[in-house]
């Protein structure tokens, strides 16, 4: 048995030397097999990434082209009067500039007390930390429900301000449950045990220590964070009434899926179809204009998504 | 005691945005007035419950919200796991990667988009799908947008083109796991490719399967509201109607369903009864879960 084995990782080895020189001859099956495989591979792919393709054509087209459905993967009669319209429409501007500030300052909450919260229940040594990681851990499974919190924040004073959109989810219990589980089992007890011999305390072991050695986790759940900012529009429609507060999700809403556009001046005159199709091209513009920043940043730090949805799996 | 006091804002923030919202949920056994608010409210006992369990549409949000979510459970999990399993069998790695990059591009597209893309699809008029139905059929194309099964479908379909490869990342990397050397051996002893994913990759990747499917059961009851909520119209709501959208229109939207005022009461009714079934869900699935295997929720 034994030295069959050891003849098998022979053979293994051979064939491994066998692969990093010529590639080996693959049999008749393993070809056809391979061959199906590139096909569907290949097929899933172009069925994500044609509907991209197809609104990016179609937001450079005429507006005539699109509604006639000329349009197949690249622009017909190249126009940016799509973007001129979006570029001229106040209510995209203020979006954004209302999304990137609901970003940025949400994102710096969520994570700063997610750390606060996560680094002392990572710890062994606090008492009570199964009461306290159960207090969290336990609104991941049940909530008081959307009029309950509404009527708090409204009490609170919160409601029409930019607190309801940055405080309420201020903590995810999820997420602060994958940073407790990344300190525990990456930050090591000997680093505190020195630490402290050496005087430092809790708040100087957090800075000068924890945070350094937890970048990539940070940016993995900053990330999570920022994407879920950018792309919500349920608080701001629950609780925002004034439109210089909206996000952009929110104006989205308002033009895409209940088309409320304002039609531009000069097309009074023209007919109906016309409208339509401005309106028409419009949408696809915006579509471009509201998800190309996302989708041209993403694979730079795609990694980081990636490390997320796996430090996610482990279970703290 | 530096220790706690980095507990001071969590425990804060848990308490008052979490917790005394569960206290405001005894709404559901008072009828709200404005002056009461949600202390001194009149107690009525289980009314609210009565109320919403007698209504025509708790039937239908309850088996609409059951239907879309076991549907994409069911349609939606086989599809990251193919695509993962033929992903691994790939050698070339430039390749490879133009095809993850993009295929979890459409997980970063903003629901609002998604759906405003899909309006523009689907439309009847002038979209690509109406183009093309009246091309090859010869005929005004029918509204999907407008049909209860329409509706379901294109909820199904349009998450799981945004999301087949986005799932598959974590199958991806329980396979990157699995020993070359069984490869290997198992292809010296004649194996074939097909043979090898057969009887090597799907057993490697059969027990996260399982847990995937095991923690998607314990949110069946939690369908999103934004995406349905987006998709909705007054054609399709017999259909589309779920208990998340249904909880918010009874508490802030005017004249839908049982009355013709909103009703805070029962829209936390409504709530409550979703939270008390979640819990209860995911107590059974962590069970089940414990009994699989070590793996528990928490």
């Given at each position: 048995m034994r030295s069959k084995n050891r003849l098998n990782m022979r053979e293994v080895r051979a064939l491994r030397a066998d692969r990093r020189g010529t590639a080996i001859a693959l049999a008749r099956s393993d070809r056809i097999f391979l061959a199906v495989v590139y096909g569907i591979i290949l097929l899933g792919t172009l069925i994500v990434l044609y509907p991209l393709l197809y609104v990016l054509a179609a937001s450079f087209s005429s507006p005539s082209a699109v509604t006639q459905g000329r349009v197949v993967i690249w622009p017909v009669e190249f126009t940016l009067a799509g973007y001129k319209q979006v570029l001229a429409y106040q209510r995209v501007g203020i979006g954004y500039r209302n999304t990137i500030f609901y970003t940025l300052a949400g994102t710096t909450i969520n994570v700063f007390v997610t750390l606060i919260c996560a680094y002392p229940l990572s710890r062994k040594g606090l008492p009570h930390r199964n009461f306290f990681t159960f207090l969290f851990a336990f609104t991941m499974m049940f909530g008081g429900g959307l009029m309950p919190t509404y009527l708090l924040l409204n009490r609170l004073g919160m409601v029409n301000t930019v607190w309801a959109i940055l405080i309420p989810g201020a903590l995810s219990a999820y997420q602060m449950i994958v940073v407790r589980t990344f300190f525990a089992s990456t930050i090591p007890d000997d680093l505190l045990e020195s630490a402290k011999i050496d005087g430092c305390n809790d708040y100087q072991f957090f800075w000068y220590f924890v945070l350094p050695l937890s970048t990539a986790v940070i940016a993995v759940i900053g990330l999570q964070y920022a994407v879920g900012h950018w792309n919500s529009y349920f608080s701001a429609m629950i609780y925002l009434q004034n439109p210089d507060l909206y996000p952009l999700q929110v104006f989205l809403r308002e033009i895409l899926v209940m088309s409320q556009i304002d039609t531009p001046e000069f097309m009074d005159d023209h007919a109906a179809e016309a409208i339509q199709s401005m309106k028409n091209l419009i949408k696809y513009a915006l579509i471009v204009v509201s998800t190309a920043p996302i989708l041209s940043i993403y694979p730079l730090i795609q990694k980081y998504f990636v490390k997320g949805v796996m430090i996610g799996s482990i279970k703290g | 005691m530096p220790l706690y006091s980095f507990l001071i804002i969590p425990v804060v923030y848990v308490i008052v945005f979490r917790y005394i919202p569960m206290l405001g949920a005894q709404l559901a056994f008072r009828r709200y007035s404005i002056l009461g608010g949600i202390w001194n409210s009149r107690w009525v006992g289980f009314e609210n419950f009565e109320m919403f369990f007698n209504s025509y549409q708790f039937n239908r949000v309850l088996s609409n919200t059951l239907r879309l979510s076991l549907y994409l459970i069911f349609a939606g999990f086989p599809f990251p796991v193919i695509f993962a399993l033929l992903l691994n069998t790939i050698r070339a790695r430039r390749f490879k990667r133009v095809v993850q990059t993009v295929t979890y591009m459409p997980h970063?597209?903003?629901?609002?988009?998604?759906?405003?893309?899909?309006?523009?699809?689907?439309?009847?008029?002038?979209?690509?799908?109406?183009?093309?139905?009246?091309?090859?059929?010869?005929?005004?194309?029918?509204?999907?947008?407008?049909?209860?099964?329409?509706?379901?479908?294109?909820?199904?379909?349009?998450?799981?083109?945004?999301?087949?490869?986005?799932?598959?990342?974590?199958?991806?990397?329980?396979?990157?796991?699995?020993?070359?050397?069984?490869?290997?051996?198992?292809?010296?002893?004649?194996?074939?490719?097909f043979q090898c994913m057969l009887h090597i990759d799907i057993p490697a990747i059969i027990p996260i399967i399982t847990i995937m499917l095991v923690l998607r059961a314990g949110s069946v009851m939690n369908i999103g509201f934004e995406k349905v909520f987006l998709m909705q119209n007054d054609l399709n709501i017999a259909a589309s109607e779920v208990i998340s959208t249904y909880e918010y229109k009874r508490g802030f939207v005017v004249s839908s369903g049982i009355g013709s005022t909103t009703d805070v009461s029962l829209s936390t009714t409504i709530g409550l009864f979703n939270s008390t079934i979640n819990l209860l869900v995911l107590v059974v699935v962590n069970f089940v879960a414990g009994k699989l295997g070590e793996t528990s929720l928490w």
């Open positions: - | 970063f597209i903003s629901t609002t988009v998604l759906v405003g893309i899909m309006l523009q699809f689907f439309n009847v008029n002038y979209g690509i799908y109406g183009k093309l139905y009246t091309a090859l059929v010869g005929a005004r194309a029918p509204d999907l947008f407008s049909s209860g099964t329409g509706f379901v479908n294109l909820y199904i379909w349009s998450g799981i083109w945004q999301d087949f490869g986005w799932g598959s990342i974590m199958y991806l990397a329980a396979l990157t796991n699995v020993n070359p050397e069984l490869h290997e051996a198992a292809q010296l002893d004649g194996a074939s490719r």
